[in-house]
DNA sequence: GGCTGCCGATTGACTGGTCAATCAACGAAG
DNA sequence: CTTCGTTGATTGACCAGTCAATCGGCAGCC
């Protein structure tokens, strides 16, 4: 029933999926390629989902509202904006040293595609960019940091500039190190939040 | 007719091929569209060009080269780090406000799609990094950067916040004016240089 | 236990449509 | 008559999505 977990297809298949678009790219993944790498016919991919689309869909939706749930968390746990950004930055370095496949397939196929599938998504990543605005703007009020930058500025460029190292890792643009990792993260919440500061 | 200019055709379509590119995307316009959009034959697109793939090629080329000699250029002029840097991101900006079409082309189908198209030309992308890193690193050398950051990291983040503002501005998340246009510019090199600073 | 009928899960051959690339032909200029 | 820019119909490959057929578990019944 219900309960026995009868080696869910549907996740398998999902799974597969990650492991598939992040290799070939999603444009070039064949439905076929998902259910070869998933062990399971072609046709099976159908049943569980409506088209391929559907399936990056789902893969995405189910990480990015993690995402959002961390920003709000962040916000209404942190002490000050540099720490919320802070846990903003490292929920989204976590996500990546957890599972880079499926992060290198939300940032390339989705996130960074406006054009193409990112464009069904729109509504969603803008929600993240305010939230992260918003917590630009609270700290503006607590004058922790100048009040000249739009919050909408800094938000993009903060959330652009962790987008852009991490694509830097997944294209080995820059060589990865687990080291590297977490002072990357600091340096880059450091560098940015002292750039936000009130003028001195 | 008209033959006193001789009525480059090879220009015509790639002239053709920026906006169809830019409005529909690469993967979703089909080369009868360039030809369309050019008002010329169907074939005649295969006669100066040998596949889709290279009309793309030759775009984004042709961009990226005034943008490397645009680096070389700012740092070879430029004064102290910061004023370089703010060259670079006027030249990138201004890139925009020029050919706002181009620029979504590159932005979209080559430099943020570094599973497909990006792929070819990940060598040309990283030498921009690169060259921007040297700002960077003589700005450390010469004692007004501080010293901790990699300069590959803050040239990462810097040319990754600018991407974003104006993928911001390309897909509508932000709303553009030609005010916002300088003095986003303006604040994105101020805050990033001021984060950049030594420890005060 | 053994039998039957049902239903959702699973299979993969097949279809319909799309599109990149080819190529034979045309006509204007020298 | 040759050259070459130009034309657009045709070809050939590819692939998403369909669907008819099969499998397997289980409920009810004897």
């Known amino acids: 029933m219900a309960q026995a977990p009868p080696a869910d297809k549907r996740r398998l298949i999902l799974d597969a999926a990650i492991r598939v678009f992040a290799r070939q790219g999603f444009h070039a993944t064949r439905v076929s390629d998902i259910a070869d790498e998933a062990g399971v016919a072609y046709g099976l991919v159908y049943h569980y989902f409506s088209s391929k689309d559907e399936v990056l869909n789902e893969l995405f939706i189910e990480r990015w509202s993690l995402l959002l749930a961390a920003i709000e968390e962040?916000?209404?746990t942190g002490e000050d904006p540099r720490q919320k950004l802070g846990a903003v930055a490292r929920f989204i370095f976590d996500s990546y040293r957890h599972d880079?496949?499926?992060?290198?397939?939300?940032?390339?196929?989705?996130?960074?595609?406006?054009?193409?599938?990112?464009k069904t998504h729109l509504e969603e990543i803008r929600r993240a960019y305010e939230s992260i605005?918003?917590?630009?703007a609270d700290g503006q009020a607590?004058?922790?940091f100048r009040g000249?930058?739009?919050?909408?500025?800094?938000?993009?460029?903060?959330?652009?500039?962790i987008e852009q190292l991490l694509s830097g890792w997944i294209f080995g643009t820059i060589p990865a190190s687990d080291t590297d990792f977490d002072e990357a993260r600091d340096l880059l919440v450091t560098t940015i939040c002292d750039g936000l500061e009130p003028r001195g």
Chains 1, 2 share one sequence.
Not at 100 to 118: H, W
Not at 148 to 161: E, I, L
């Open 142 to 144: 607590s004058g922790a």
């Open 148 to 161: 000249d930058v739009a919050p909408m500025f800094a938000s993009m460029s903060f959330y652009g500039a």
């Open 74 to 76: 962040a916000d209404r």
């Open 133 to 136: 605005a918003k917590i630009v």
């Open 100 to 118: 880079p496949e499926l992060m290198k397939v939300i940032i390339v196929e989705v996130t960074r595609a406006a054009n193409s599938f990112g």
